[in-house]
């Protein structure tokens, strides 16, 4: 097994292993009343931006429940702040920026400042220095279409229309904008790196937005750069890609350890189309975790004897968690998924 004892960095290398391991997307969230508690009190930048906050509120449900890795908290949208642009979250809306980009000039004035990050890699250093040797902790940043599809709208939309006719009318600009996020996005991996994450996952979120057909052209370059330097490091990489999932050769072309698989596909057709190739994680219905225990039970068998026996699977939700959860029946998942997982590999 790995060094530290880590299941989770194991089973993203495919690595034997003797069940499967678990995390859960936004595990550090609203549904916790600790961390209701702390945000009360806090904004969300200083939570993200304040080291021992950040440490306190990514260790909570680690605190909680036995998972395998941890995932710094923070958000993919730091990335524009860091080249200039400021956003604040919006109750019932979601992340608005204070301006949005409307022109090549908008684009051509962004400027990026590592600095702006300088609290967020504190925050990452005493994490790794507080968890568990056996636990992972993961980094995270958002793929540049993604985090562009924000910035060029200015806050949440339902169709990313802007970014789209950008990419279109005037492809010089939206290569500028994708380069500049690019470059931004590595060099913050790079030190996420050096400051002790165990592994980093690339959220596509809005990966559904764009064709497959244009995301080959349009999207897939820039984040096979990413996943590419990340790769050089020799830790995991994982993408997430939302919507994309029932096209895994498309999601395999981006070069990626694991491959995070949303919901709405099922685990053994991944499986079978790529081949053994790459580790899968998923891919519960976030849903079902509003759902009494015998439901809980019986779905997270489904999802486990969906993926079969072998290694290369890391069980999570297939989107993140939701507000309304309860805590307990997140640590009956956990319980449940070591207790059935490690039979497979009896």
Not at 147 to 158: I, L, N, Q, R
Not at 181 to 199: F, K, L, M
Not at 285 to 296: E, R, S
Not at 297 to 310: I, P, Y
Request: aromatic residues 10%; proline residues 5%.
């Amino acid at each position: 097994m790995h060094k530290d004892n880590q299941i989770f960095i194991d089973a993203c290398f495919m690595k034997p292993v003797n069940r499967t391991p678990i995390w859960i997307m936004r595990q550090a969230g609203r549904y916790l009343p600790e961390y209701r508690n702390i945000r009360s009190k806090n904004s969300f930048h200083e939570m993200m931006h304040t080291p021992d906050l950040m440490a306190e509120v990514t260790l909570l449900p680690m605190n909680r429940f036995d998972l395998d890795a941890s995932i710094m908290f923070s958000d993919i949208l730091v990335v524009p702040e860091s080249l200039g642009m400021k956003f604040e979250l919006v109750p019932k809306v979601g992340p608005v920026f204070k301006t949005s980009i409307s022109s090549s000039r908008d684009i051509e004035k962004l400027n990026f400042d590592h600095s702006y990050f300088k609290n967020i890699y504190n925050g990452i250093k005493k994490i790794r220095n507080t968890l568990d040797k056996t636990k992972s902790l993961i980094g995270f940043a958002g793929t540049p279409w993604t985090t562009a599809c924000y910035m060029v709208e200015g806050k949440p939309s339902k169709d990313y229309m802007k970014i789209r006719s950008l990419m279109y009318n005037d492809y010089e600009s939206f290569d500028l904008l994708m380069r500049k996020i690019t470059d931004a996005t590595i060099s913050y991996i790079r030190e996420q790196i050096n400051s002790g994450v165990n592994a980093v996952q690339i959220f596509d979120s809005n990966g559904v937005y764009i064709s497959k057909k244009n995301f080959i052209k349009y999207s897939l370059p820039y984040i096979k750069e990413i996943i590419n330097f990340i790769n050089s490091q020799n830790i995991p990489s994982i993408y997430y890609a939302k919507g994309l999932c029932d096209s895994p050769d498309l999601i395999m072309q981006t070069n990626s350890n694991v491959l995070g698989i949303d919901w709405s596909v099922e685990l053994s057709k991944v499986k079978s189309a790529t081949k053994g190739l790459v580790a899968l994680q998923g891919n519960l219905d976030p849903a079902i975790l509003l759902c009494p225990n015998n439901v809980i039970k019986s779905e997270t068998e489904k999802v486990l004897q969906s993926f079969g026996k072998g290694s290369g699977h890391i069980f999570n939700l297939g989107h993140g968690i939701t507000p309304n959860v309860r805590p307990e029946s997140v640590e009956y998942l956990v319980q449940q998924v070591r207790e059935m997982s490690s039979k497979n590999y009896e």
